[in-house]
């Protein structure tokens, strides 16, 4: 059975840095594309970054781009958030997500493996 298991999240102060980590077992495709999305209370799931763990390629939401960082070591089957400034409004639960094919990165139905989840809380 695949398994995805996020660590680091934390409480910071705006301004502040976080490093996620997202750790894949059992994963049956050797590239595939991994995704961080966040869901703060009473609001929908919104992606935030994704990653192409074979070509590399990488995206980024407009709300974190120039902010947060995703990266990858293959040989650990591991995929990294690094997310500096932090900004109150990045407070929300952190899941990472995989799949070998997506129509679109953003779409959190596209991603058939999921995260238990990681609390991030910026205070101000």
């Known amino acids: 059975q695949v398994q995805l298991v996020e660590s680091g999240g934390g409480s910071v102060q705006a301004g502040g840095s976080l490093s996620l980590s997202c750790a894949a077992s059992?994963?049956?495709?050797?590239?595939?594309?991994m995704g961080w999305f966040r869901q703060a209370p009473g609001k929908g799931r919104e992606g935030v970054a994704a990653i192409h763990t074979g070509g590399g390629t990488t995206y980024y939401s407009d709300s974190v781009k120039g902010r947060f960082t995703i990266s990858k070591d293959n040989a650990k089957n591991t995929v990294y958030l690094q997310m500096n400034s932090l900004k109150p409004e990045d407070t929300a639960m952190y899941y990472c997500a995989a799949d070998k094919r997506v129509g679109t990165v953003w779409y959190s139905g596209e991603y058939n493996y999921w995260g238990q989840g990681t609390q991030v809380t910026v205070s101000s």
């Open positions: 059992r994963y049956p495709y050797s590239s595939n594309y």
